[in-house]
Each structure stands twice: as C-alpha cells, then as structure tokens.
C-alpha cells in the first residue's frame, strides 16, 4: 500500500466514525481551513518559497486521498513580508477567518510570535520551520515541534567522532544564533560523552578563517567541528589547502550544501557535514512526496519543503486519531503521538519540543553526501579520515 493510500485509508476510516454525527454528505460539508503564515516578500521569501510549496503539495494529497474528516482542506496562507512581528496578528487574521487548525511560520523568530496567539486563543499551532530552542525556553502546551531543533546538529558529528578516534574537539560556531545554538549544545553533550572540549570559539566571518587556520595547525588539531554558512566551508577548505594543513576529522555544518562542493570542486572530499533532509532517504512518505513534488514544481523537493510537509502529515494524523478538531483533544493527541514523516521520527519532549529528529551526518564521498549517521538512514559508506592534501588524487 502507498503512502497516500494509507493515508486515504486512515481518513477515510476517521471519516465513517463520525458519519453518524456529520450532517449532509462529505461532498456538502464545508471545507476545514488550515491557516499558515509564510514569508512571501522581504529578505526570507527564498528561503520560505519551498515551504510554501510543502504546504500545497500536502494540500493536494490529502484532498486527493478523500480530505481530512470526510471535507476537503482549504489552504489559506498570508504573508508576514520576513517581519517576526507580523505573525501573530496573520494567525488572529486567519482564527477570526474561520480557520481550524495551524501550521506555524517560516523561522524561529516569527514561530516565537506566533506561539503567543496560539497560546491566547489556545489553540494548537504545529511548528514546522520554528528551530531554535528559544522558541520552547518555557513550555509551550499548545505548539508541537516537527522540525528537528538547532540542539540536536551535534549528535550526529559526535558518534562520527567517537567512531573517529577523537578524544579533544575543537568547536567552532559562525557569530550568529542559529550556529551558536548547534555549537554550544554540541559541546554540552560532547562534555557528557567524554570529549575533551574547552570553550567553543565564534568567529564574525570569512575574514576570521586564516587566523584560525593557523592556529589550528600550529596546535596540530585532529578534530575540527565548525557550525556555519556555506561560504565559510568553502573558505575553510581553501585556507587548509594553502596552510597545507588536513585535521584527521573535519566536519563543517553546510558542507553538504551543492554550492560548497561547486565552490572547493574535488577539494569538497571527505568533509562531514549535516543534512536535515534529502529526497533520496528512505523515510515514510517521502518517495510519494518527492513524486508529487516533482509533478506539481518540476523540480525535487529542499529541506523547507519537505519540513512543510512533515508539520501537514503531523497535523492530519492528529486530527485522524482524536476524529474532530476539537482543540484540547489536539493538544493532548499531538503530545502523545510517534509518528514516521518524510524527516524522521516524530516525538516531542513534555513541552513540545522536538526530541525524535535528528538531521543525517554524511561524508562527501565521490562528489556525493554519503548518510553514515543515524544507521537507519545509512548505506554502505563508511567513515574515512580527511586525508592530507598531498595524498589525494585526482576523481575520474
């Protein structure tokens, strides 16, 4: 049975449970509105255009396997123009306007807004994009996390290290919240597996990589975990090679990012990296996603797109397993659950926070991200050691 089949069977099965109660035939009653904000204009509009298009491919599919309670789903989207601020007077827009259940905004800072309204109007609002840690500082009873969360970027590296023979880390984040996040929660575990890990080091920018080059060669450093922009793997990698310096296990966070590896070309071999998504994993759902996707875009889904469409799967199997849209039945549904989606295992902690997805540790091998963290995911690949630049060859 395909994915969406078993989707059509679940609602359709939820469907009949209230047919006694329904009035008039599914074909007569109302749509359910789903109410999103999504940065359609300003500075995160590219960012957001993937997520945007998750929520319509997620609209589509599940109308096409008979709606959710028996109605069809009307997707209503505003925009808040990439200004955090605006997202809670969208989301009382779209309440005032009829709409049922939420799907949260593009972004950690408009997530946090939102979850104000949310909790004003108690109203359970699914988090889809929101994944700083800031957002979830007090708990949040009425916002479900489906994205995997800033903290959870260094698990992945650190089993790789472990596996690598490293024993002292040196961390290093980007001078912005979201690589300081994943920085600062990797040493804090790193500290609670063993690691020697001392102060994490953040640097303004690309002009920062040489200096820090340096330093690490002179100090002989083994293990470089950096958490960063695409640009600043790129710029790592190129100092390394000049400096001619290879730590024995270099991990850069956006080193699974197609522009590195067009930037550095073949100098992209053996880095590690995190991806929090790829069309090609093996999860539930995704090759139907990844088809549907394609039909309807003409190109393969990113990682927004596809965190749009696990917050939609969420949503829908909430409202199929309580049979209403009754909002505290939502509530305690959405905390309870654990559930596959096209990212992984949803499941979240007692404040709603994410705590069952982890984004893929990989190694670029042959050009290509190879997933060797978590092993559900992982192929055949293995861990091999950045090699000094002197002992490379060329890739036919």
Not at 357 to 378: D, F, S, T
Request: aromatic share 8%; charged share 20%; net charge neutral.
């Amino acid at each position: 049975m395909s994915a969406f089949s078993y989707i059509a069977a679940a609602l359709a099965a939820a469907a009949l449970s209230l047919g006694a109660r329904a009035a008039g035939s599914p074909s007569e009653q109302p749509p359910i509105v789903v109410g999103a904000v999504v940065s359609q204009t300003g500075s995160q509009a590219a960012l957001a255009d993937g997520y945007g298009k998750g929520l319509r491919v997620w609209q589509d599919e599940v109308n096409a396997a008979g709606g959710l309670l028996g109605r069809t789903i009307e997707l209503r989207v505003l925009d808040d123009h990439s200004e955090a601020a605006r997202a809670g007077p969208a989301y009382a827009e779209l309440l005032a306007g009829g709409a049922s259940l939420l799907v949260g905004p593009y972004g950690s800072a408009a997530t946090l807004v939102a979850a104000g309204e949310a909790a004003r109007a108690r109203h359970v609002l699914v988090n889809g994009a929101g994944p700083s840690a800031r957002v979830y500082k007090r708990a949040q009873p009425w916002v479900f996390q489906t994205v995997a969360p800033y903290s959870s970027y260094g698990e992945g590296v650190l089993a790789l290290a472990g596996q690598g023979g490293c024993s002292r880390l040196w961390l290093l984040a980007r001078n912005d919240s979201a690589s300081v996040e994943m920085a600062d929660a990797a040493r804090a575990l790193a500290l609670k597996r063993g690691f020697i890990a001392p102060e994490v080091q953040t640097y303004a920018g690309s002009d920062d990589i040489v200096p820090l080059v340096k330093t690490a060669a002179s100090g002989q450093i083994e293990c470089w975990i950096a958490f960063g922009e695409v640009r600043d793997a790129a710029d790592t990698v190129i100092a390394m090679k000049r400096a001619r310096y290879a730590p024995g296990f270099f991990y850069v966070s956006s080193g699974a990012d197609p522009r590195f590896i067009e930037r550095v070309g073949q100098d992209a071999e053996l880095a590690l990296a995190s991806e929090a998504y790829d069309p090609a994993w093996r999860t539930p759902y995704n090759s139907a996603f990844v088809k549907a996707y394609a039909a309807r875009w003409g190109r393969p889904p990113d990682a927004a797109a596809a965190q749009a469409f696990a917050a939609g799967t969420v949503l829908a199997r909430a409202v199929e397993r309580v049979g209403s849209l009754d909002q505290e039945k939502l509530r305690v549904a959405l905390g309870e659950m654990e559930i596959g989606t096209v990212l992984g295992t949803y499941r979240v902690g007692p404040g709603g926070e994410q705590v069952g997805l982890r984004p893929a540790a990989v190694q670029i091998q042959r050009g290509r991200a190879e997933v060797l963290w978590p092993p559900e995911l992982a192929g055949e690949a293995k861990l091999s050691p950045y090699l000094p630049w002197n002992e490379r060859t060329l890739l036919k």
